[in-house]
């Protein structure tokens, strides 16, 4: 089965808290050749940005804002080859459009896990209140002209996720891959496109499609090939 993986887009509210950064028909273009070349798409996790509504706890009026203003994607999202996994910046998807936190593939005598990754990083999941605070703080940080500021901040950030060796999320994948007998474990979060072995478990991590990139995985059971890449 040809699989393809995509994650953290950040579609917002085309405000200055959007950090998708993509013209919408361009990247339809992007969606439609990966539902050529691939029987499946896992969106996996952080594809709408909810957690920088203007007022707290607005997520759910930001995910519908963030939804309209990206609606030829969002309905792109609803066609049957799509599978959608919520992450932390899109929690709120679980309960308005039933995503599930994981999602698990057999196929070929291949078992994949797909999990966002969020869980392994002990800020976002333990510490989740303080985490979403930091995120709708960094919101306003931008809707004030200080995105220069902000970038800074997720540069540090980022740093940490870096080192496959020492990458939180990666380690934590590999418990659950063990746990659960998995073959291959996918996750998304950091940005951080990846591919490395542990063992017999092969560890993915998709990148992210936000800030204009593209950065998305291949995924081939029956030819047991995968890839990472920046273009198709």
């Known amino acids: 089965m040809r699989v393809a993986v995509i994650s953290d887009l950040h579609l ?18 992007f969606l439609k050749r990966l539902e050529r070349n691939f029987e499946r798409i896992v969106l996996l ?14 997520h759910i009026a930001e995910l ?40 698990t593939l057999v196929a ?19 510490q989740r209140g303080l985490t979403e605070f930091g995120v709708w703080t960094g919101g306003w940080i931008r809707r004030l002209g200080l995105g220069c500021l902000y970038s800074y901040a997720a540069q540090i950030e980022g740093r940490r996720n870096r080192d496959p060796f020492t990458c939180a999320v990666r380690r934590w994948a590999l418990d659950e891959a063990d746990r659960r007998s998995a073959d291959v474990v996918v996750t998304g979060h950091t940005h ?41």
């Open 12 to 29: 917002g509210a085309r405000k200055a808290t959007d950090a998708f950064g993509h013209d919408d028909e361009e990247f339809l273009v």
């Open 45 to 58: 996790g952080d594809i709408w940005e909810t957690l920088t509504a203007s007022a707290p706890k607005g």
């Open 64 to 103: 519908q804002a963030a939804q309209a203003s990206h609606r030829a994607i969002e309905r792109r999202f609803r066609l049957p080859c799509y599978t959608y996994v919520h992450g932390n910046h899109d929690l709120v998807a679980r309960s308005q459009m039933g995503a599930p936190e994981e999602y």
């Open 108 to 126: 070929d005598g291949v078992q994949i896990l797909f999990s966002h990754g969020h869980q392994g990083d002990d800020l976002c999941f333990k």
């Open 192 to 232: 951080i496109p990846m591919k490395n072995e542990d063992g017999s478990t092969l560890f993915l991590n998709s990148g992210s499609c936000a800030h204009g990139d593209i950065s998305f995985l291949s995924l081939d059971t029956k030819r047991g090939e995968y890839g990472v890449h920046s273009a198709i």
